[in-house]
């Protein structure tokens, strides 16, 4: 994330639901051509990914099996992706060798936002990260969006440092 400024540790999880205009899934290697890189130019802008590093990026992101999920929310109507959301299960020697869930790269498209799409995104990201057994989530996020994700489950925890290259 450009510029994280708050930690946050989830509190709840939540059941997604999926019965309305979006089915929530993981991603897929056709969602290259359903708008996924467009979505993710609203986080960060950067050139289009071609299919040879998306395919290569996707192959070695199902090695990690289901310790790394992306899930996207598709507008069944059209088949286009509207929003998309990332959860890394960490595993750590403290804790027991506790897990920790790292939500990261969550965007909703600028014309779907405002609808509970993206809180859905984030309560599944987290309900995957719990049935992990992760004894937490955490992400890192900027001041204004600590309103969002406090509505998804999360308390401010800590302060988030970083060193860029
Ligand atoms: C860990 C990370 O990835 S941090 C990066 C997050 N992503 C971005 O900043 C990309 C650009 N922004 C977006 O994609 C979207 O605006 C998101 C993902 C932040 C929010 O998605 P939306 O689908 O619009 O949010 P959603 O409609 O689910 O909002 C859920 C609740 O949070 C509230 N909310 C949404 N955005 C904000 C905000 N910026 N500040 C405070 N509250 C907010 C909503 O009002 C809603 O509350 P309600 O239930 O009382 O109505």
Redesign the pocket.
């Known amino acids: 994330?450009e510029q994280p400024q708050a930690a946050m540790v989830a509190t709840e999880a939540g059941a997604g639901d999926d019965t309305d205009a979006y089915r929530i899934r993981p991603l897929e290697l056709g969602d290259i051509s359903k708008g996924f890189c467009e979505l993710l130019a609203?986080?960060s802008p950067s050139a289009p990914l071609t299919e040879d590093a998306f395919r290569n990026r996707f192959a070695e992101l199902a090695r990690l099996g289901a310790d790394h999920l992306v899930l996207v929310a598709e507008y069944t109507a059209t088949g286009r992706l509207a929003?998309a959301?990332a959860v890394l299960v960490e595993r750590k020697f403290i804790r027991r060798c506790g897990t920790v869930g790292h939500?990261?790269?969550?965007?909703?498209d600028a014309a779907?936002?405002?609808?509970?799409?993206?809180?859905?995104v984030v309560r599944r990201l987290v309900e995957h990260a719990k049935g992990r057994g992760c004894y937490k989530v955490i992400?890192?996020?900027?001041q204004?969006?600590?309103?969002?994700y406090a509505?998804?489950g999360f308390v401010e925890k800590n302060v988030q440092m970083g060193l860029y290259f």
């Open positions: 994330m609203q986080l929003a959301g939500v990261e790269d969550v965007v909703v779907a936002r405002g609808h509970g799409l993206g809180e859905r992400l890192n996020c900027t204004e969006l600590t309103g969002f509505k998804c």
